[in-house]
């Protein structure tokens, strides 16, 4: 069963509830209406667990929604990069985010805040009412608390990097409970608890894989890996004992993916990842499930400004494009560059199927459906169920080969792992012997920009390492001082955290003081 049919089924079982009330008059005037559901009433039985949990699922979607005209809330952790501009310019948040000027009113900010705590709220409803629903069969149960608990820590996680310290939430609220205006706990609590939620969650007896969608054992294993490599480095600098944590687990998905390539592996080609039939499987660890029965797929603001690419004819907003300096920065050959083949493309066919016309400049394809959209000759069939992915093996295997080198210096395993990457790109890699500590370090760190770009993970890269890519050197600068060239502006010591959202502040008085240098 998958994470739609699921959500249906929730909206179904709400149905029959309501549906029990209206058969008979008399026993309704004298009996409690059973479609009022309470979280006493609801947590019942086991199909209440599993409804309840497809409710936080379902949540995860805040991702994808709209954050004013011609924005989307996920491009807080584009824009902020400076590996892409806009050409519309007609969102002022948007722009004050390319620009480097955002605060507390933007509206991605307080739409990420929003949000997360809202996962994070469904997450404990299901931790504090599962457990006592009898009878349910025991591996069940286990399994529905580890997922709720991965999505718990998935949420903080973003949290903590967005903000610093942060309200740590473990129980449903009310009006009446002790911390309703929770103050901030400090990062190093709030790892704590994301650390002990995905070892939960690790031992939770999960599949290595799930096709559903649903959180797997290689999901939980990747997020740990992210979270201790996250750890070592910036703010919290626990250095080697985490780097070494990191490399030991993704070390164990690289391990099961070894001997269970047809499970857990990288795609040979580049379009494979953003085949919808692909979804959360082999290359897919981790996604936020679309379909257009409840939301199609969110990332339409990489579509250019006003030209044809798809079925939709002339449209598309064009606010997140690539930087020119960034498309030029990929290595003569990287097949990740070739047109409709790797991450970009540069010219298509009018209206998704039609005659091929000339873009004039590269754009994003990575989330391209083709299906959707179109391609040429066959038109798209307009349900753009494409997932988001979060996780994905090639992120598992730069990983492990960065917090490798750390520890050790580059062994065969982290250089294969690095090979491999490359190897897709069509790209050679200098034999082991050929890099220092130093020069591996720096060629891992440049594969993460250019094959996890556009993801929404660079901008933590940025934030972890203290570092940034530049595309004019091909080196790596330090993150204070670094001029983003889509806006000419330099990023300051205040960009290391978000502000906390302004209407958030304004309803807990708790929330103090607000984060360095913004209003």
């Not at 740590?168 to 790892?191: C, G, K, M, N, W």
């Not at 016309?357 to 169920?385: C, E, M, Q, S, W």
């Amino acid at each position: 069963m998958n994470l739609v049919t699921i959500y249906k089924g929730f909206a179904y079982l709400l149905m029959g509830a309501v549906l029990t009330g209206t058969t008979g008059c008399s026993d309704f005037l004298q009996e409690e209406d059973p479609s009022n559901l309470t979280p006493e009433s609801f947590y019942t039985i086991p199909d209440h667990a599993e409804a309840a949990l497809a409710s936080v699922y379902a949540d995860m979607r805040f991702y994808g929604g709209g954050a004013g005209i011609f924005s989307s809330t996920w491009q807080l952790l584009e824009a902020t990069t400076g590996t892409s501009t806009t050409e519309t310019a007609q969102n002022s948040d948007l722009n004050n985010l390319y620009g480097l000027i955002y605060d507390g009113r933007t509206e991605h900010v307080i739409n990420w805040w929003n949000g997360l705590y809202k996962v994070i709220a469904q997450a404990n409803m299901v931790l504090d009412r599962v457990p006592a629903i009898t009878p349910m069969d025991e591996a069940q149960k286990r399994k529905i608390l580890g997922e709720a608990r991965f999505l718990r820590a998935w949420a903080y996680f973003y949290a903590v990097r967005l903000w610093g310290n942060v309200p740590l939430i473990t129980a449903p609220q009310t009006a009446s409970s002790e911390d309703f205006r929770p103050s901030p706990a400090s990062q190093e609590q709030v790892y704590e608890l994301i650390v002990e939620d995905l070892i939960a969650a690790e031992a939770a007896g999960l599949p290595w894989m799930d096709p559903s969608g649903r959180v797997s054992m290689a999901a939980v294993k990747s997020q740990l890996a992210k979270v201790y490599l996250t750890m070592a480095g910036f703010p919290l600098n626990r250095g080697n004992q985490y780097y070494q944590l990191a490399a030991n687990k993704s070390l164990e998905v690289i391990e099961y993916a070894n001997g269970n390539p047809a499970s857990i592996n990288l795609y040979p080609n580049y379009g494979d990842l953003h085949n919808e039939n692909n979804g959360n499987r082999l290359e897919h660890l981790f996604m936020i499930q679309y379909n257009v029965i409840v939301a199609g797929n969110p990332m339409n603001n990489m579509f250019p400004n006003f030209k044809p690419v798809t079925f939709q004819g002339p449209s598309g907003t064009g606010s997140t494009v690539p930087t020119i300096e960034f498309y030029n920065s990929y290595e003569e050959g990287d097949r990740r560059t070739v047109n409709q083949e790797g991450f970009f493309y540069t010219s298509y066919f009018t209206n998704g199927s039609g005659e091929p016309f000339d873009l004039g400049a590269p754009y994003i394809f990575k989330h391209f459906n083709r299906a959707a959209l179109g391609t040429f000759g066959v038109p798209g069939n307009r349900a753009n169920n494409l997932n988001v992915p979060l996780i994905r093996f090639a992120e598992v295997l730069l990983m492990y080969a960065e917090a490798q080198n750390e520890v050790g210096g580059p062994n065969a395993l982290a250089h294969e792992s690095l090979k491999r990457i490359r190897d897709r790109a069509q790209l050679a890699t200098p034999a082991l012997g050929e890099f220092t500590t130093d020069t591996f370090r720096e060629a891992v760190w440049r594969e993460r920009w250019h094959e996890l770009c556009y993801e929404q993970i660079t901008w933590f890269d940025m934030i972890r390492l203290r570092k940034v890519y530049n595309e004019l050197t091909n080196g790596f600068d330090d993150f204070i001082g670094h001029v983003n060239l889509s806006s000419n502006q330099p990023l300051r010591n205040m960009h290391l955290l978000m502000p906390y959202p302004l209407p958030e502040m304004q309803n807990n008085p708790n929330l103090t003081p607000q984060n360095p240098d913004y209003p």
